[in-house]
């Protein structure tokens, strides 16, 4: 099955006259020409909604060959649509008109006269909407041309864009004397070497005049990080730089008196070691 070139699926997108009863058979038939009618049907609709009817202005004429590199387009379209200038058609036509010599029967009858006036209107309303089509077609490949700009400028973004990265996580286990406690924890990475602590904590009720702290602590248990407080349920806090997780890999959350003291309490609700498998 041989399908329809692209200019005429894109005028018919546009809704200008240029399919044949054939053609439209064939899109009744063919899903895939169809789906181009659509799509560039999609676009034009989006162009026509900010175009004011009347004279457009045209575009520099180095508008075109940038979107006809954008685009990747062939040589057969190399020229500016928008410069495609169509000679009057009533001009050609009534220059034989005019060269013709008069008939020896003398000077045109009332009904030719008549005639001959209402043809030249209907060569007349020929030009306009081909200017406008040509103007339309340059519009249509401008607003292609951005949408596959605004697509490329995604693709950039998320492919420079770093991407986050769970490098430890841990089960945070119970202490005896809160026996119903849970917790989780993980070590996350933005990929720009900015590291962060994500912990969360159920089946233990905070105590009126208490709060929970959240901890790093070296594995001899002889050196600790106060990581900041839990406020709620789960929290997330900034890892320091210096600190090394293969040192640091116990994970403590603790309950802590309003004493004025900033060392651990020595009440762990939860703890857990950091796995980097």
Same mark, same amino acid.
């Given at each position: $099955?041989?399908?329809?070139?692209?200019?005429?699926?894109?005028?018919?997108? $546009?809704?200008?006259? *240029?399919?044949?009863?054939?053609? $439209?058979?064939?899109?009744?038939?063919?899903?895939?020409?169809?789906?181009?009618?659509?799509?560039?049907?999609?676009?034009?609709?989006?162009? @026509?909604? +900010?175009?004011?009817?009347?004279?457009?202005? +045209?575009?520099?004429?180095?508008?075109?060959?940038?979107?006809?590199?954008?685009?990747?387009?062939?040589?057969?379209?190399?020229?500016?649509?928008?410069?495609?200038?169509?000679?009057?058609?009533?001009?050609?036509?009534?220059? &034989? *008109?005019?060269?013709?010599?008069?008939?020896?029967?003398?000077?045109?009858?009332?009904?030719?006269?008549?005639?001959?006036?209402?043809?030249?209107?209907?060569?007349? *309303?020929?030009?306009? &909407? @081909?200017?406008?089509?040509?103007?339309?077609?340059?519009?249509?490949?401008?607003? $292609?041309?951005?949408?596959?700009?605004?697509?490329?400028?995604?693709?950039?973004?998320?492919?420079?864009? &770093?991407?986050?990265?769970?490098?430890?996580?841990?089960?945070?286990?119970?202490?005896?004397?809160?026996?119903?406690?849970?917790?989780?924890?993980?070590?996350?990475?933005?990929?720009?070497?900015?590291?962060?602590?994500?912990?969360?904590?159920?089946?233990?009720?905070?105590?009126?005049?208490?709060? @929970?702290?959240?901890?790093?602590?070296?594995?001899?248990?002889?050196?600790?990080?106060?990581?900041?407080?839990? /406020? /709620?349920?789960?929290?997330? !806090?900034?890892?320091?730089?210096?600190? /090394?997780?293969?040192?640091?890999?116990?994970?403590?959350?603790? !309950?802590?008196?309003?004493?004025?003291?900033?060392?651990?309490?020595?009440?762990?609700?939860?703890?857990?070691?950091?796995? !980097?498998?």
């Amino acid at each position: $099955m041989s399908h329809l070139d692209d200019e005429k699926i894109a005028l018919i997108a $546009m809704g200008e006259p *240029a399919g044949s009863d054939a053609d $439209m058979e064939h899109l009744v038939e063919c899903e895939n020409c169809a789906a181009e009618v659509a799509a560039m049907s999609r676009v034009a609709l989006v162009a @026509r909604s +900010s175009v004011v009817e009347g004279d457009l202005e +045209s575009p520099p004429a180095d508008v075109w060959s940038r979107i006809h590199g954008e685009l990747g387009l062939t040589s057969a379209v190399a020229a500016d649509p928008a410069s495609d200038v169509h000679p009057p058609e009533s001009e050609s036509a009534s220059a &034989p *008109a005019a060269s013709a010599p008069v008939s020896a029967a003398g000077p045109a009858t009332a009904t030719e006269a008549d005639a001959a006036e209402a043809a030249a209107p209907r060569h007349r *309303a020929r030009v306009r &909407p @081909r200017r406008r089509s040509s103007a339309t077609m340059w519009i249509l490949a401008a607003s $292609m041309a951005l949408v596959v700009a605004i697509g490329a400028g995604v693709w950039i973004a998320r492919t420079l864009t &770093p991407s986050s990265a769970v490098i430890a996580s841990a089960e945070l286990a119970a202490f005896p004397d809160h026996p119903d406690a849970e917790g989780q924890a993980r070590i996350d990475d933005d990929g720009d070497g900015r590291r962060t602590l994500t912990v969360t904590l159920a089946g233990d009720e905070l105590v009126a005049g208490d709060y @929970r702290e959240v901890w790093l602590i070296r594995e001899d248990g002889q050196a600790l990080i106060s990581l900041g407080v839990l /406020d /709620d349920s789960s929290g997330t !806090f900034r890892v320091p730089d210096s600190v /090394d997780l293969d040192e640091y890999r116990l994970v403590d959350i603790s !309950f802590e008196p309003v004493d004025g003291d900033p060392a651990h309490s020595g009440d762990s609700i939860v703890r857990g070691e950091l796995d !980097f498998a």
